[in-house]
């Protein structure tokens, strides 16, 4: 069973920053992806960025690019570094894994079977 922790959230303004970390916990990782998504209200939820455990590939919205960069650790931990923000980035934002998502999937909420609760990111404008 793989257990995800988010962390990080809270209130700034627009143009600044922040990052977001999700800790993970589990048998392995060797073969999942680990992705960032996130849900505004009355909107669905939208992928942000992706990283597989293994090798580290990435792959980042198309709205997000060049802001926000997704990372991990040594120790089980996922981050996405959010830079120059701006008030429609406002939602709640989960930490999503999965293992065997093929490269065409990474953006679908489906394929990632395991979810934390989720960090209130909002941005003032």
């Known amino acids: 069973q793989v257990h995800l922790v988010e962390s990080g959230g809270g209130l700034v303004q627009t143009g600044g920053s922040l990052r977001l970390s999700c800790a993970a916990s589990?048998?392995?990782?060797?073969?999942?992806?680990f992705g960032w998504f996130r849900q505004a209200p009355g909107k669905e939820r939208e992928f942000v960025a992706s990283?597989?455990?293994?090798?580290?590939?990435t792959l980042t919205a198309d709205f997000v690019k060049g802001r926000f960069t997704i990372s991990r650790d040594n120790a089980n931990t996922v981050f996405v570094q959010m830079n120059s923000l701006k008030h429609e980035d406002t939602a709640v934002y989960y930490c999503?894994?999965?293992?065997?998502?093929?490269?065409?999937?990474?953006?679908?909420?489906?394929?990632?079977?395991?979810w934390g609760q989720g960090t209130q990111v909002t941005v003032s404008s």
């Open positions: 999503a894994a999965g293992p065997w998502i093929v490269d065409d999937d990474r953006p679908i909420p489906k394929r990632y079977y395991y």
């Open positions: 589990g048998p392995t990782f060797d073969y999942f992806t």
């Open positions: 990283i597989a455990w293994t090798g580290g590939r």
